[in-house]
C-alpha cells in the first residue's frame, strides 16, 4: 500500500500530503459545542447531507465515519449470501473486499485499464457467473470509469452497483456527477482526499428503495432517524446495523471544508496544470506517461501520478525524490497478491494491475502545497530523466 507517511521534518521537506484549515472549520466545531450536541445526526450532519444531497441529487446522503463504514453500509445493504462474488478490481484499497467479506461472499478481482487503473469494462463480462452480486468500481484519481456499459449489463443481470467515489468527489461521468450512477456509492474525507474532516465518509443512496434500510442501518438498526423526524412515537430494534453516523465535530469541520470546495478544487486542479506542463516536454519524449484520460471523464485535482516505464525507474524516481526531502510516493499493492488473499486466489494474472502497482508513483498534492514547491518537484523530476 502506501509508503508510511512521512512528516515534514524541516522547511525545506516537501510532505506528500498536509491537512490544511480552509475556513470555518474551528468556529464550526465550537458552535457544535455550544450548541450542547456533539453525538451524531444534529444540525451540522444534516448541512453537510443536505449540500451531497443537491449536489449529487442522490435521494439520501448519510456521513459516516469513513469511506470504509459507507462500505460495509453498502456491503449490509446489497442482501449478500454467504458464497455470492462480487466484482472488484484488485488494483485497490482492502476496504473494498473487506466490506463484502465480512458479509460472507467472495471478491472476484478483474484487472484494471492498460493505462488507469479503472477496472477494465472489456474484461468484466467474463468474470459474470450466476453467483455475481454486485459490481464495485473505483473511479481511480477522479477519472470516471465507463459506467454506460456498466450499468447496462448490471440491469441485464440484475446486479447491484457500488460506486467508490473515495477519490471522485466534484468529478463527472459523461455530465452526471459520480456518485449518482449506481445504486449505492461510497465517499471518504480521509486527510489524504480533496474534501477532509480527518476521518469521514458518507454513503450516498440513488435507489429509494434502500433509503429506510440505510437509516436504520445508520442507527444501530433502529427506527431513530424516523424517531427524530416526529414519524415515530419511539425508537426500537427493528434490523441489523452498527453505529456508522459521524459525530457533530466531524460533521461541523466538514461542512467548512464543503463551503470551500471551490477554492480547494481550484487550487488542486491549478497544481495539477502545473505539474502537467512542467513535464510535459518528457511526458512527449516517452520516459513516463500520464493516466489516461477518456473524452467521458473530467479530472478532479484528486492526484498527480506518472506512470513509469519499470519499476527500477519508479523505485528509483521514489529514491531520488525522497533524497532530495520531496515525499512521492507509489499505490496500491494487488489485492489478489496480498498475504490476506494470495493463498485464495485461483484467477488468471492480472498484468496491469501489477504494472500500476510496480510504476506508478504519486507526487506531492494538497491545498497548501506552493508554486515554489511543485517547481521544484518538477526540476527534480527532470533531473532523474535527463
Ligand atoms: C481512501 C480510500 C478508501 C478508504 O477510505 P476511508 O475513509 O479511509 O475508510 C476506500 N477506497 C478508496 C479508493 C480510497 O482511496
Not at 460495509?72 to 454467504?82: D, F, K, W
Not at 502537467?276 to 471523464?297: I, Q, V, W
Not at 508554486?371 to 532523474?384: L, Q, S
Amino acid at each position: 500500500m502506501n509508503t508510511r507517511p512521512i512528516k515534514a521534518e524541516s522547511k525545506h521537506e516537501i510532505a506528500f500530503n498536509h491537512p490544511t484549515i480552509v475556513g470555518k472549520e474551528m468556529e464550526y466545531i465550537r458552535q457544535a459545542f455550544a450548541k450542547g450536541k456533539i453525538s451524531g445526526n444534529g444540525e451540522f450532519t444534516w448541512r453537510c447531507q443536505v449540500f451531497f444531497e443537491r449536489m449529487l441529487g442522490c435521494k439520501r446522503a448519510l456521513l459516516t465515519n469513513s469511506c470504509t463504514d459507507a462500505l460495509e453500509m453498502a456491503a449490509l445493504l446489497a442482501n449478500l449470501q454467504q458464497g455470492d462474488e462480487v466484482i472488484m478490481p484488485s488494483y485497490a484499497f482492502p476496504s473494498i473486499p473487506n466490506a463484502f467479506i465480512l458479509r460472507g461472499a467472495v471478491p472476484v478481482f478483474v484487472d484494471s485499464e492498460a493505462r488507469n487503473p479503472n477496472l477494465d469494462v472489456a474484461r468484466l463480462e467474463r468474470h459474470l457467473t450466476p453467483r455475481t452480486k454486485a459490481i464495485v468500481v473505483i473511479h481511480y484519481a477522479g477519472v470516471a470509469c465507463d459506467m454506460d456499459p456498466i450499468m447496462e449489463l448490471a440491469r441485464q443481470r440484475g446486479l447491484i452497483v457500488i460506486e467508490d467515489c473515495a477519490h471522485a468527489i466534484d468529478s463527472f461521468y459523461k455530465g452526471r456527477p459520480l456518485g449518482s450512477i449506481g445504486q449505492l456509492s461510497a465517499f471518504s474525507f480521509h486527510e489524504t482526499k480533496n474534501i477532509i474532516s480527518g476521518e469521514g465518509g458518507m454513503l450516498a443512496v440513488n435507489d429509494p428503495s434502500l433509503v429506510e434500510r440505510a437509516e436504520i442501518m445508520w442507527e444501530k438498526g433502529t427506527n431513530r432517524v424516523a424517531f427524530s423526524r416526529g414519524a415515530v412515537s419511539k425508537y426500537n430494534w427493528v434490523d441489523i446495523g452498527a453505529s456508522y453516523l459521524a459525530s457533530e465535530i466531524t460533521a461541523a469541520f466538514l461542512l467548512a471544508q464543503l463551503e470551500e470546495m471551490d477554492s480547494i478544487q481550484s487550487r488542486r486542479k491549478a497544481a495539477c496544470s502545473r505539474y502537467a506542463e512542467g513535464l510535459s516536454h518528457e511526458r512527449a519524449e516517452g520516459k513516463f506517461d500520464y493516466l489516461s484520460m477518456p473524452g467521458y471523464a473530467t479530472y478532479n485535482g484528486n492526484m498527480f501520478a506518472l506512470l513509469c516505464r519499470s519499476r527500477a525507474e519508479r523505485d528509483g524516481l521514489i529514491s531520488h525524490l525522497c533524497e532530495r526531502s520531496i515525499n512521492a510516493t507509489f499505490h496500491y499493492l494487488p489485492l489478489h497478491e496480498s498475504p490476506y488473499f494470495a493463498s485464495k486466489y485461483s484467477g488468471p494474472v492480472l498484468p496491469n494491475c501489477v504494472r500500476h502497482a510496480e510504476c506508478l508513483v504519486r507526487l506531492p498534492l494538497y491545498f497548501s502545497l506552493t508554486e515554489e514547491a511543485i517547481d521544484r518537484v518538477i526540476a527534480e523530476v527532470r533531473k532523474f530523466f535527463p
